[in-house]
């Protein structure tokens, strides 16, 4: 059974250009998260996704940063304009049902993203 | 609002010892689960347990055990006779339904045990 398939494990981007983290949910699961983790820091909630919607997007930056979850194929996590305070570990999580269910969510092994 | 507090940033044992991370909520809410997850030096999330407010009953899973209690907001994770093995960095988190999807994660307790 696979887990939560997050790629690339590593990308570096210059400033400017632009980072596309992909994440593929567990078998079975309808529902992805993307949460944030800056460096020594906590990870911090980004947004929720459901195919073809946006649920919660609550947490993502008002500009450069957007989400899409397609009817078929990965969930996309996408910035723009990628700048050096962007360089963090983006995690990428799924689960059956909501969370407000309190079903618990699994984490992939996250994207490391470095701006140069 | 939600608010997860663990009070230690970094705890340094030696192999054998038992250790105790402590994680403190806040919640106005009647309804929610706690959550604890370890990120090991490679990086990745690994879900250890899940706890709703309903059940105050402490779990034992081998050398983890979870100490949860509402009276004082706080969820504590212990392990006994630590390995080096479990260095890593250890999250409390918390969901509440009326939050739907949000876990509001701690800022990390970095253990690290050594030989």
């Known amino acids: 059974n696979a887990g939560v398939m997050q790629n690339p494990r590593h990308l570096v981007r210059r400033r400017g250009q632009e980072a596309r983290l992909r994440c593929s949910p567990m078998k079975g699961h309808s529902h992805v998260y993307w949460y944030r983790q800056l460096p020594e820091e906590g990870l911090k909630f980004m947004v929720y996704l459901q195919k073809e919607n946006i649920i919660d997007e609550s947490g993502m930056p008002k500009e450069r940063f957007s989400a899409e979850f397609p009817k078929e194929g990965p969930s996309i996590l996408r910035i723009q304009q990628v700048v050096r305070g962007d360089s963090a570990a983006y995690f990428c999580?799924?689960?059956?049902?909501?969370?407000?269910?309190?079903?618990?969510?699994?984490f992939g092994e996250g994207s490391w993203l470095t701006v140069v | 609002a939600q608010k997860v507090t663990q009070v230690q940033t970094e705890i340094s044992v030696v192999e054998k010892e038992d250790v105790t991370l402590d994680c403190v909520y806040e919640t106005r809410d009647t309804t929610y689960y706690l959550f604890w997850y370890k990120q090991p030096p490679s990086g990745e999330l690994v879900f250890l347990i899940r706890r709703n407010s309903f059940d105050e009953q402490n779990e034992i899973s081998g050398r983890y055990s979870w100490n949860f209690q509402k009276s004082t907001s706080s969820f504590n994770f212990t392990i006994t006779a630590s390995q080096v093995v479990d260095s890593a960095v250890y999250f409390c988190a918390l969901s509440v339904v009326t939050s739907g999807s949000r876990l509001t994660f701690g800022e990390g307790t970095q253990l690290t045990v050594n030989p």
């Open positions: 999580a799924s689960s059956p049902l909501g969370q407000s269910s309190g079903n618990t969510i699994y």
